[in-house]
């Protein structure tokens, strides 16, 4: 079974350029997720898609970043414009339902590395 | 969501046992305690999750006392390739919708020949 995959592995943008990330989840996995690393400092949640849905948004920086999942299937997060404080790691991640039993492993792609000039 | 603190380095022997011990002094009823494992230019990749007393899979151990305030992941006989950086997280991993992880800056482990 494939796992989660990140396109590209790394981007080196000059600020005020426009960036796009695509994420394509393991296949049948209804809950997305999208993660930033900032060097030096934690993974940082950003959103959380259910199918099609924005299920949770509050890790959103600002309004320059727009994340989509048409379809329910792939997810692309695009920076527009990119700042210099925008550089760090990008992960993503996907999971299945799971029971009230707990659960809820979220399998993580290797990452896109941005770096903003 | 129930913030950790685990140690920022440790260093070990090949073949030793190894036990990292996370803190989580405010630890909600429903939360589970979750352990990753990253290494370098990777993404981070599920070990092991419990919510009370002992855990066992293939890979490592989950030691959680009756007051959940602490768990500790050992990790038995480790090799060169289990140098990687081990996250404690715990949170309501079914907590409705809300499912996202809070991260520390996890433990760098560090296996010497």
């Known amino acids: 079974e494939a796992g989660v995959t990140q396109f590209p592995s790394h981007s080196v943008i000059e600020k005020g350029q426009t960036v796009t990330l695509r994420c394509d989840p393991i296949?049948?996995?209804?809950?997305l997720y999208w993660y930033r690393r900032v060097m030096g400092k934690e993974i940082k949640f950003l959103l959380h898609f259910v199918k099609e849905s924005k299920q949770d948004e509050s890790g959103m920086p600002n309004n320059r970043f727009l994340a989509e999942r048409t379809g329910g299937t792939y997810s692309t997060l695009k920076v527009q414009p990119a700042e210099l404080e925008d550089s760090g790691v990008y992960f993503c991640a996907s999971s299945q339902e799971q029971g009230a039993s707990g659960g809820n492993e979220q399998f993580f792609g290797p990452g896109t590395r941005l770096t903003v000039l | 969501l129930a913030k950790t603190t685990q140690p920022i380095s440790m260093d070990s022997y090949e073949g030793q046992e190894v036990n990292i011990t996370c803190s989580h002094n405010?630890?909600?009823?429903?939360?589970?305690i979750t352990w990753y494992q990253q290494f370098p230019s990777q993404g981070p990749r599920f070990i092991i999750q419990?919510?009370?007393?002992?855990v066992t899979n293939e890979v490592a151990s989950l030691f959680i006392p009756a007051d959940r305030k602490s768990s500790t992941l050992s990790l038995p006989r480790v090799s060169l390739s289990d140098t990687a950086v081990y996250y404690c997280?715990?949170?309501?991993?079914?907590?409705?919708?809300?499912?996202?992880?809070?991260w520390g800056l996890g433990t760098s482990l560090a296996v010497n020949p």
């Open positions: 296949s049948g996995h209804d809950n």
């Open positions: 405010n630890i909600a009823t429903n939360d589970y």
């Open positions: 419990g919510y009370k007393t002992k």
């Open positions: 997280l715990v949170g309501d991993t079914w907590a409705g919708n809300n499912r996202k992880l809070i």
